[in-house]
């Protein structure tokens, strides 16, 4: 017995417990610390970690905005579509190697096999289109941001597609169709390159373009309206959320009934309730266009036999651009589906160029409708007299070389030289009067020429205008050049629509304007978003009222003089002014090894008409081009006066009336619109 009186055992025991005790202690504080920290300090995380478990969040598309022609009528909509979504690295239950743990999920790339069973039940119009599925579906399962979420693969399913589709098991959990939406262009070609086509996003506008908020499988704009105003058109997508299974299968709700399946799996109700709120897609813009569809119809149809060439009718005073037609075209709808690559081929190899918009996107010697700049660049010389004559005898010998034109004999003045489209005339100009490339570049500038119109649709091009300084650093300086470009050829380039502007100042009195095709922006309940207001370029005439009157008086007598080059071409009923032109392409013989194609000759020129009417108090500006189509007269005049009488005819019957231009006041209350200075 030790001194205390306590035998040591005890003694011994009792630490031993006091050891024991704390010990139990501090396990107990821990256990109490790591269900404090579990459900208190990170409760929220945990909670959202166990809804993920067993809820799917689905993006919901925005509808697109909607775009209309002046009066209304749908050049674009949406419509209801089937999409084929894919979850590329899908979670999966996997057991757990270690006895007695339970098994756990884990992110795993579908499996070359389910690839190959996917795509076995897809049709494709051709091994590449087969090809670029696969590829779309390999980059998706090495990607493991976007791997995680479904992806449209492929829209617009056909019905045997979706049939084939749904009815396999073995491809729930990673494989899904959800409705959608395709677009929709229900007048085809007639519009197509004023609309564009959608196309998918490709990789690299995803790392391009981060900020907009892309994902793999959009569809975007890729040519026109539906490019340059994707913006406004595509809206913004929305989210709902859905109780899935252990393999991501949707369940459904306990409030929901399926009588055709009452076995079904339901979702707990505490699952239901734990779902997020959903959050309503808001929808694209709409576009209102100046465009009118009657028009633009007529136009397309003048073009019929022609292979290929561009028109643009515009409001002089305004701008607005009432038909735009390029052809050929196509029909946009056809890339709502996978393109073979044999037809991308013929498009790509066409000699017509089907993905080229002739308005805005090539540019052409200008011809003679180019002598109009000539004449006014003259015009602006104290010195220069337009009823002096020159004697024409069918030629003129420059330097070494002879300029030759047989169509004009004996004097001629300004005016005659404008009526008949007299190139000596306007070669003498280059050569004894001081028309220099200086003067035509000054003139060409102010109406336009050499710059974009400011329309940003399609790539549109600035076209040349040749200066003495761009010609040497090319080597190719002659006076020659000055002769050639006097007369719209040479290195003189123009587009379809740097015409229509050109003569729209002719017309209007000497004012440059901004072309426009969207009159208003409005949601899709109506409320207008923008509204477009006719713009010039200039507050300023860049004509004088003299000058101006002048050429207005020979592109009158071009269409309604007996010598008038576009005499024959004459409507019974309106004034036109216009003029021809013919533009050499320089192209003697066909290549040898050139199938010959029926209505299609190289070697013929560019036809060219440029007119507005009614003469007296012009509306409406017309240009058209009809490439190869040899003589403009003959090709390009029959077009514009078909589309100019349509329209003055249609105006006519309806009584309407232009939108007043930049600068004209309204009327005050009590007048007319004439009183207020409504032209």
């Not at 809820?55 to 022609?69: F, K, N, S």
């Not at 010697?365 to 002096?388: H, I, R």
């Not at 100009?429 to 003139?443: C, N, P, Q, S, Y």
């Amino acid at each position: 017995m030790s001194a205390g009186g306590q035998p040591e055992e005890v003694r011994a025991l009792r630490r031993r417990f006091q050891i024991l005790a704390l010990v139990m202690s501090l396990v107990f504080v821990a256990l109490a610390s790591r269900l404090f920290q579990l459900q208190v300090l990170e409760g929220d995380h945990y909670a959202r970690r166990a809804v993920e478990n067993f809820t799917d969040t689905i993006t919901v598309d925005a509808p697109r905005g909607r775009i209309y022609d002046a009066k209304g009528r749908p050049l674009a909509v949406n419509r209801p579509a089937y999409a084929l979504h894919v979850t590329a690295r899908p979670r999966v239950l996997v057991p757990s190697e270690i006895p007695g743990r339970e098994p756990a999920y884990e992110r795993r790339p579908i499996s070359d096999a389910s690839i190959d069973e996917l795509v076995s039940l897809v049709d494709f119009v051709d091994a590449r289109d087969e090809a670029d599925f696969r590829a779309q579906l390999e980059r998706l399962r090495q990607d493991p941001q976007n791997g995680r979420y479904a992806v449209a693969v492929r829209k617009n399913l056909s019905w045997e597609d979706n049939a084939r589709i749904q009815t396999r098991e073995t491809l729930r959990g990673w494989v899904e169709i959800r409705e959608s939406a395709r677009r929709d262009f229900p007048v085809g070609e007639l519009a197509a390159f004023v609309t564009g086509f959608m196309q998918g996003v490709g990789p690299d506008q995803l790392e391009k373009e981060t900020r907009a908020n892309y994902r793999p499988g959009d569809r975007v704009g890729k040519t026109g309206l539906e490019r340059q105003w994707e913006n406004y058109l595509r809206g913004r997508a929305g989210s709902r959320s859905r109780v899935v299974d252990s393999v991501g299968r949707a369940v459904r709700s306990p409030d929901a009934k399926d009588e055709a399946d009452p076995g079904a799996k339901v979702a707990p109700r505490y699952a239901v309730e734990a779902l997020p709120p959903e959050v309503d897609p808001i929808p694209g813009q709409d576009l209102r266009l100046s465009l009118d569809l009657d028009l633009q119809r007529v136009a397309h149809e003048a073009f019929a036999g022609k292979r290929a060439g561009g028109l643009v009718a515009m409001e002089v005073h305004t701008g607005r651009i009432l038909a735009m037609v390029s052809v050929p075209g196509i029909d946009p709808n056809l890339w709502e589906q996978p393109i073979s690559h044999a037809q991308y081929k013929d498009w790509l190899e066409s000699p017509f160029k089907p993905f080229v918009d002739k308005t805005v996107q090539e540019m052409y010697f200008p011809g003679s409708t180019y002598k109009v700049v000539s004449a006014l660049a003259m015009l602006e010389d104290p010195d220069f007299d337009p009823n002096e004559t020159i004697e024409c005898e069918g030629y003129l010998d420059y330097g070494n070389r002879r300029f030759s034109e047989h169509r004009h004999e004996g004097p001629i003045d300004l005016h005659q030289a404008i009526v008949q489209s007299c190139n000596i005339y306007f070669w003498h100009l280059a050569i004894d009067k001081g028309l220099t490339l200086a003067r035509m570049e000054a003139t060409a500038r102010k109406l336009g020429l050499g710059e974009r119109t400011g329309l940003a649709i399609n790539a549109e091009v600035k076209g040349v205008v040749p200066t003495e300084a761009s010609e040497s650093r090319q080597g190719r300086f002659e006076r020659g050049v000055q002769l050639n470009s006097a007369i719209g050829q040479g290195n003189v380039k123009a587009t379809v629509l740097q015409l229509a502007v050109l003569y729209a100042a002719i017309a209007n009195g000497g004012y440059v304007v901004f072309p426009s095709l969207v009159d208003k922006v409005v949601t899709f309940d109506g409320k207008t978003v923008l509204a477009t207001r006719p713009q010039r370029k200039t507050e300023q005439t860049v004509i004088a009222p003299f000058d101006r009157e002048r050429i207005h008086r020979g592109l009158v007598g071009v269409v309604n003089e007996e010598v008038g080059t576009a005499f024959s071409e004459r409507l019974p009923n309106v004034v036109v002014a216009g003029k021809t032109g013919t533009a050499e392409v320089g192209i003697e013989r066909r290549p040898e090894d050139e199938e010959p194609i029926e209505g299609w000759d190289v070697t013929k020129d560019h036809a060219w008409f440029a007119a507005y009417a009614p003469a007296d108090d012009p509306e409406i500006v017309v240009v058209a081009l009809v490439a190869h189509g040899g003589a403009g007269a003959d090709a390009a005049a029959p077009i514009v006066m078909q589309v100019i009488e349509y329209y003055l005819g249609e105006r006519s019957s309806d009584g309407r009336r232009a939108p007043r231009p930049p600068g004209v006041p309204p009327p005050l209350p009590g007048q007319s619109d004439e009183e207020g200075g409504l032209p």
